[in-house]
Each structure stands twice: as C-alpha cells, then as structure tokens.
C-alpha cells in the first residue's frame, strides 16, 4: 500500500506543473472548493509565474500518459472543473515522442516469441502515429495484406497503475470532505477512468471491441470497422487492416476529392445514434483523427480503446429524454429524470421542467454554427445543484462522446441541424421500442420465457418435497416448549435425571 506521503509528494509535483500553466486558478477561486483543496493549491502555487490565460490541456500534457487521459476525461466534465476549463481541455491531443523502434521489435517479438520478420514481410520503423499509450506502424503481411501494427508502450502499464492508485487516494479524501464535493462523487468518477485505461491496455479487449462494434453496425452499412488480424494480435500488440481514406478533419481535401461533406456528417451521427441507443455499444473516442472517409463515401474508424455501454432501460430513457429536447416536452423529460432517479423524488417535477425549458428552448431549430450540445449539457450541469442532482458516472463517456460528434459534425457542415437529422432516427427508435407492437412483442417474451422455466421450476418443488417412500408418514406431535435451565454440564444433568424418572415411572406402571 502507498503511504500518504508519497500520494501528497505526487499531487505537489503534479499541482506545480498545473500552477505554472494557470490551471489551479479556477480551483482557488472556486468559492464551492474545500478550504483544503484550496490550500494544496496555493502552496504547489507559490513562486510559479502563473499565465494570465490558463493552459489547461499544455498542463496535462506535460504531466504526462496518465494525465492526458485524465484530462480528457474531465473534459466531459464542466460542472466539475468548469466551462473553460472543459473546453480547452478538448484540445489534448494524446501525443508524445515515438519510442525507438529497436524497443518496439523487442516488445513485439517477446510478445509473441518469435522473430519479427517470422510474423512481418516489412514494417515502417517510422510510427503514423504515437499517442499516450501505443503507437501504431505500418506493415505488409507475408500474405502481402497491408495492415496497421498498435504496440503499447514499455512500462505503460506500471506508470498508469502508480497514477491511479494516487488519483483514487485523492479523491477519497476529497470525497470525504463532505458538501459538493462528495454530490460530484469524485471516487467514481475515478473508477470508471480506471476501468476505461484498464481496457486501453490490453489491446486484446480492444480487438473484440472492434470485432463486437462491427457486428452490431451491420444495419448501417454506411459505417465501417476494419477487420481485426487475430493470429497478430495479443495483449501487448494489435493488427488490424489498413484503411486508406481522408481524415475527417481535412475538410478541404474531402471537398477536393469529391465528398459529400452534408452526407457523411448524417452518417456521422445516424451511426453515433444506432451505436448509443439502438445497441448499446458506442465508440467513445469518435474524434476527427479517429475517422476517415473512404473512397466509397462509408466512413471509417480506427482506436477501439474507449468504449461505452448503456443498457436498454437507461437506452429508454436516454432516446425519451433526446426525443422530449428535440420536440420541447419538457414536461416528459423532467418526468423521465425522476423515474430514473436522477433527480430525488423531494423536487417538483413541473419546477424542473422549467428549468429544462430555459436550457433547451435557446437552442430549438438553430444549426450547428450557432448552437452547441457542449453549451446545452453544460446548463443541464449548472441546473444539477439547485435538484439535489449526482453525478451520473455510466453517462459520462456518452456526453463525450456527443461532444466529440457534434465538432466533427460542425467541421463537416456547419449549417446541419443536429436535432432534425437525429428526430428521424430517434422517433422510430421510440416507436419500435416503446409503441403497442414493442409492448406485446416484450409481454409475449416474457411469458414464453416464464413457462419454459416451469419445467425446471417443478424439478426444484420435487427436490424439496420428495415423494415419500415406504415407511407410513408419522403422525402429528404436539408442541411442546422447551425450557432450558442454566447451561453447560446442567444440561446433561438434567437429561440424565429426566431419562431416569422416565425409567422408575415405567417400571412402576407395569
């Protein structure tokens, strides 16, 4: 276990990187921080010359792998590290200098136990890309597929695990000090980021999330996943086909090249929506360099690290609640808040409703340009105090996620309306689930379901209740009162005279 003092060593040296790029400005000032927090930061403070614009996503970045991914986690978090705070904080870019190649033949040929050129015909030494945690080469096959080679760093897994452990310390204490530090729930917070790194690191995870996420997109022909080289893939290393196509953030190129800008941010988001709401599964790290434009004008994506998942009933809820802002029945989303239990039964639902009403109704029939889901989320936050409203962890990567869509959406076409290409999608989602059909197709499962379980329902009553056997049942006894007196070897005493007045009575009765 690591002691206190090594957790309070860590946090200074991490909170003097971020006071010397102004990113503990927002803490102090903050009247709803704890006096402590308040303190710790002062002090990583003192004698740093602090820039009077703060920088935040340079500080996570110098901090290193661990911190990037922090921070792009808490970029999804304005209510918890601020609007401006959030915002620059999008523009971590989870890269670092390449590792030697020399280094990465070792890491591939000791992850598989044999030569390089046994599993390679060629492979670039030069990296196409060196994020946070792998860094990711070109290769020809010996079958000559063209594919592309993930490789995770050497010692990754032990510089992530020592960061953890001390971001879990911190916020325990945090979360211990009461007040609205612990309604963020900062400890959770926490634990889903180490769940979420703790996939990142076994690429193997990621490959199924590749190969799982394809199948669900069958119905949206219009999204594709390359195909996963499992007989080249393990833990430490992942191959998958290669993908030539245009990154979605080259505008300009995708122009030139004949592209339908319009008609790949609709396939953007009808594949965002049938990924969160119709499976469940999303890609979670839907950024413009994870997404490129194929020839045919499908669109590719690539780093399968981060995914989330939602589960039907809260897929219900989020597809009500999406359908209630796009058509302004606020009244239906406050409603669905409190059937969730998002918000405590103690508030008046028609009092939250006009709270929504006054973050969405800005924001109705407006395109892209002038209108922001980041802006629409970041006042649903500003209105969780005033409703006694927690932190949400499992919808965290979703409102990223959204985030991250409706940028690349907006670098596409900035005149799309985000809401009336999702009502489509949505309302037919809705109806399918939640119509009269849905609901007798559900009840009809269900019963079908229930009596294919009596058969085994029965089996377990006859192993509770045996047919008896041979011998006649025995007859009722009455009840009888057992009375204890005092303990240990009275007991026995008792038992003894008890038997031997039984005796003597029989004896005299005969």
Do not use: C
């Not at 003097?16 to 930061?41: F, M, Q, S, V, Y």
């Not at 010692?155 to 211990?176: K, L």
């Not at 981060?306 to 796009?326: P, T």
């Amino acid at each position: 276990m690591t002691a206190p003092v090594t957790h309070l060593w860590r946090l200074l040296k991490w909170g003097r990187i971020l006071a010397r790029h102004g990113a503990l400005t927002g803490i102090e000032r903050d009247p709803n921080t704890p006096k402590p927090i308040r303190r710790l930061a002062r002090i990583a403070r003192f004698g740093a010359r602090v820039p009077a614009i703060p920088r935040y996503a340079d500080a996570f970045q110098a901090i290193g792998p661990a911190a990037i991914k922090l921070g792009q986690t808490l970029a999804t978090r304005p209510d918890l590290v601020g609007e401006a705070a959030a915002h620059d904080l999008l523009r971590l870019q989870d890269a670092l200098p390449p590792v030697p190649f020399a280094i990465i033949r070792q890491r591939i040929e000791s992850s598989f136990g044999r030569p390089l050129e046994t599993l390679f015909a060629t492979i670039d030494e030069v990296p196409i890309g060196a994020a946070s945690i792998a860094q990711v080469h070109a290769a020809v096959t010996a079958q000559g597929a063209r594919v592309a080679v993930k490789v995770l760093r050497p010692g990754i897994e032990v510089e992530f695990a020592r960061a953890i452990d001390t971001y879990q310390w911190a916020a325990a204490q945090v979360e211990g000090m009461g007040g609205e530090a612990a309604r963020l729930r900062p400890r959770l917070i926490i634990e889903h980021f180490k769940r979420w790194t703790a996939r990142e690191l076994d690429l193997r995870r990621e490959a199924a999330s590749a190969s799982e996420l394809a199948d669900g997109m069958t119905a949206e022909p219009d999204f594709y996943v390359p195909a996963i080289d499992w007989q080249r893939t393990t833990g430490k290393v992942l191959t998958l086909e290669w993908i030539d196509g245009i990154k979605l953030s080259d505008r300009n190129a995708l122009i030139a090249a004949g592209h339908d800008t319009t008609a790949l941010a609709d396939k953007l988001i009808r594949a965002f929506l049938r990924q969160a709401i119709a499976e469940g599964f999303f890609h979670a790290d839907m950024h413009q360099g994870n997404l490129f434009a194929l020839a045919d004008g499908r669109i590719a994506a690539i780093d399968f690290g981060i995914m989330g998942r939602i589960d039907r009933r809260a897929r219900v809820w989020l597809a009500e609640i999406l359908y209630g802002l796009i058509t302004g029945n606020y009244k239906r989303v406050a409603e669905i808040h409190f059937e969730a239990g998002y918000v405590p039964a103690h508030h008046n639902v028609a009092e939250f409703a006009t709270a929504l009403r006054a973050v969405g109704e800005p924001m109705r029939g407006l395109p892209v340009k002038d209108m922001s889901v980041g802006a629409m989320l970041d006042g649903l936050f500003n209105i969780t105090r005033d409703f006694d409203m927690q932190t949400q962890p499992h919808l965290l990567l979703l409102q990223k996620t959204m985030v991250m869509v409706e940028g690349v959406a907006r670098g596409l076409d900035p005149d799309i309306n985000l809401w009336e290409t999702s009502a489509p999608f949505v309302r037919e989602w809705i109806r399918t689930e939640l119509g009269p059909e849905a609901a007798v197709a559900d009840r009809i499962i269900t019963d079908l379901q229930t009596l294919a379980r009596l058969p085994q329902l029965i089996r377990n009553i006859e192993l509770r209740y045996p047919t008896p056997g041979g011998a006649p049942p025995s007859p009722p006894l009455k009840e009888i009162e057992v009375v204890r007196v005092g303990g240990g070897w009275r007991y026995g005493a008792i038992a003894i005279l008890a038997a031997a007045a039984g005796v003597a009575g029989t004896l005299l009765l005969t």
